[in-house]
């Protein structure tokens, strides 16, 4: 055990990166609370394609396959990279693997799968021949803290919407509440409670709040309490596999949409990451003086082997996760953070009922302290420079208001390029750029031909 304790810190440079056991402990435990309702999001988001044709409860199968495949893709990220970068199945793009593949296009959702396991050995080639990294490599310094600033306002956005705090409105489409629900209340005690813990500089604020927050709301009856601790679950004999078979279902008809699904994966997969890692990247302090994230490649690497294996095992496309801002809030700085991660994935295999217990206005506090501390990257932008400071602000603008990472990317991408040419500086825009430009207004006018999302 003694030469476990001794090689652990040694494999993740803990004197390197000036953090030690408690700390990565500390902030696996605040990244995986923080994202841990996607063990019970995703499963519902997906059980609404698959109980079209299996109308077997599958829920609990779903939950596992979610589980493992956030697990084993996180370690990859810990091993191959160093990073504390947590990965699980992506919002949104489950949202379309389920209602716009499977029920909008009536593709079998074993089918959908395949479509997820291909676009994976895809991106394993892409990364393997240093495309993705060239694309990260090409984003503009004043961009990458656009992204990370942007990054901020959607967690906290999406925070207040999660709370009850921001609804919609018929007049004005979002809103502040009239806070009469006890669940809007709660969260706004739990933003107190955590905000007091930061302000007191108290270590782990972000953990205790969820904490805290949880045991009041339990307290006083809002959410009840766990109904059990463990459970065992089933085995997901059901799901795995299944995205080979769907290849065997594949028909020369529905060729033409199925490549379509997989352009979309692919799509909003890359930009998605390159976003994600590039914001929570700047976040922890990883940008090198030429603008570059350091080990690039085997962090796009852990992403593009857990979709596949993601896909094998039943679930959609794996993405980094934003929620490991938290984490690194709280001073996570190596892989072990990512293996506590990773083990408390599989742990939750057990602890089902306890985890869903833990209300979401809980977790809304340590996401919107997250985005107050990633908003502070917008300092390095030269916001005197019209070249920098009009994509930038664009990037930050769209990203919470189109409630995509992606778009925001694809709007600050084609606007950088041509500010800099209006400005006469042809010679700081790389060809990746150009490129990248390209490739987004294509996007906005197959989706305007209504031929693709």
């Known amino acids: 055990m003694k030469s476990l304790f001794t090689w652990i810190p040694q494999f993740f440079q803990f004197s390197e990166n000036k953090t030690n056991f408690r700390t990565e402990i500390l902030a696996g435990v605040t990244t995986f609370l923080t994202m841990a309702y996607i063990l019970a999001v995703n499963p519902d988001i997906l059980s609404n394609a698959i109980y079209l044709e299996q109308p077997k409860d599958l829920f609990g199968q779903l939950v596992i396959a979610t589980a493992i495949s956030s697990a084993i893709a996180t370690l990859l990220m810990a091993f191959l990279a160093n990073y504390p970068f947590a990965l699980a199945p992506g919002m949104g793009l489950n949202a379309f693997f389920a209602f716009s593949v499977v029920i909008g296009l009536e593709i079998s959702w074993k089918i959908a799968l395949s479509a997820v396991f291909l676009e994976g050995i895809i991106f394993i080639l892409l990364t393997f021949i240093d495309i993705r990294r060239q694309i990260v490599r090409a984003i503009p310094h004043c961009l990458k803290q656009a992204i990370a600033t942007g990054i901020g306002l959607f967690i906290a956005y999406i925070a207040l919407i999660n709370g009850g705090i921001i609804v919609k409105s018929e007049v004005t489409i979002t809103t502040l509440a009239n806070f009469n629900q006890p669940t809007t209340l709660m969260a706004i005690a739990g933003i107190v409670i955590s905000c007091a813990f930061v302000a007191r500089r108290v270590t782990g604020a972000l953990l205790w709040g969820i904490l805290a927050t949880a045991a009041l709301g339990w307290i006083l009856q809002i959410s009840p309490f766990p109904a059990s601790i463990m459970e065992i679950p089933p085995f997901p004999k059901d799901l795995f596999g299944q995205a080979l078979i769907g290849f065997y279902d594949l028909n020369w008809q529905g060729l033409g949409d199925f490549l379509a699904v997989v352009f979309v994966f692919l799509f909003v997969d890359l930009f998605d990451t390159i976003g994600t890692l590039t914001g929570v990247g700047t976040q922890a302090g990883y940008i090198d003086d030429s603008g ?162």
């Open 292 to 453: 570059e994230l350091p080990k690039t490649n085997p962090a796009l690497m852990a992403d593009a082997i857990g979709t596949t294996i993601g896909g094998l095992l039943g679930t959609s496309t794996i993405v980094a996760y934003i929620e490991s801002a938290s984490g690194i809030s709280e001073g996570g700085r190596t892989g072990f953070t990512g293996v506590v991660v990773a083990i408390l994935f599989l742990l939750s295999i057990f602890f089902i009922p306890l985890i869903s217990a833990i209300p979401s206005y809980a977790t809304v506090p340590a996401l919107l302290i997250v985005g107050v501390l990633m908003a502070g990257n917008v300092r390095s932008i030269r916001w005197d420079d019209p070249g920098e400071s009009i994509p930038s602000f664009l990037t930050i603008l769209i990203m919470p208001l189109s409630y995509s990472i992606a778009e925001g990317l694809a709007v600050g991408f084609i606007s950088y390029p041509l500010i800099k040419a209006f400005q006469g500086k042809m010679q700081e825009i790389t060809l990746t750029m150009w490129i990248l430009a390209a490739v987004f207004v294509l996007r906005f006018v197959l989706r305007a031909l209504n031929l693709t999302s």
